[in-house]
């Protein structure tokens, strides 16, 4: 079995991946500050970089790709142990966990992005279709295990039409979209019927409420 672990990195630390679990993996770090190694113009966010490595590998891709941030422990405290549940990830598996059944947000990328987000237009761009749930699930950080299947569901053509939009210096809001899409594209159902709707109350009272009640 190959587990390959795709790390999206900036300026972090990385020595973490000096942990012996990582023995067992194909590491691939993409920087985009340091111009060695495996070198990516720093835009589109971490989203960038997962789907390049999508589209460069896709038929050759692991059995499982966990897909990490250059820093992943701010995300997910646990990450080490994850690390060793590699081998059994079977569907989509969370890596950000601030919350185990994570976060949930509206069309507009509310409550949990100030100003919004374009997370509907975003959507018919990538499905070619209109949402079935007013509501979507996501785990922020945008980091997750998954096996090539999942990946490979939606076809090579539908991540390079992403990746596009991913390399384009003016799409400064879709990294933090594809947050919220990462759970839809890898075969996660949507979270709510159409016709549920958030409360209305101030979306900041929303956001440090802690619920979603």
């Known amino acids: 079995m190959r587990i390959d672990v795709v790390v999206a990195r900036y300026r972090e630390d990385i020595s973490w991946l000096t942990d012996p679990v990582f023995k067992s993996c194909?590491?691939?770090v993409y920087n985009k500050y340091e111009q060695s190694g495996l070198v990516l113009p720093n835009v589109g966010r971490e989203s960038h970089t997962y789907v390049h490595h999508i589209v460069q590998n896709f038929d050759n891709l692991a059995d499982v790709t966990a897909f990490v941030q250059?820093?992943?422990f701010d995300h997910c405290p646990a990450f080490m142990k994850d690390m060793h549940?590699?081998?059994f990830v079977k569907k989509f598996e969370p890596l950000s966990r601030h919350r185990p059944d994570g976060f949930v947000c509206d069309l507009a990328g509310l409550p949990h992005h100030f100003g919004g987000l374009p997370v509907m237009s975003d959507y018919q761009f990538l499905f070619q279709k209109p949402p079935v749930s007013s509501c979507i699930r996501?785990?922020?950080g945008a980091m997750f295990a998954v096996p090539k299947e999942l990946i490979r569901a939606q076809g090579l053509g539908f991540y390079k039409r992403l990746?596009?939009?991913l390399c384009d210096p003016s799409e400064t809001l879709l990294g933090f979209t594809m947050e919220r899409l990462w759970p839809l594209i890898l075969g996660e159902p949507e979270f709510a019927p159409l016709g549920v709707r958030f409360p209305k109350r101030d979306w900041?009272?929303?956001?440090f409420?802690?619920?979603s009640k």
């Open 26 to 28: 194909n590491v691939l």
């Open 70 to 72: 250059g820093d992943p």
């Open 85 to 87: 549940d590699l081998p």
């Open 138 to 140: 996501f785990f922020p």
């Open 163 to 165: 990746l596009a939009r």
């Open 204 to 207: 900041l009272t929303y956001l």
């Open 209 to 211: 409420s802690g619920t």
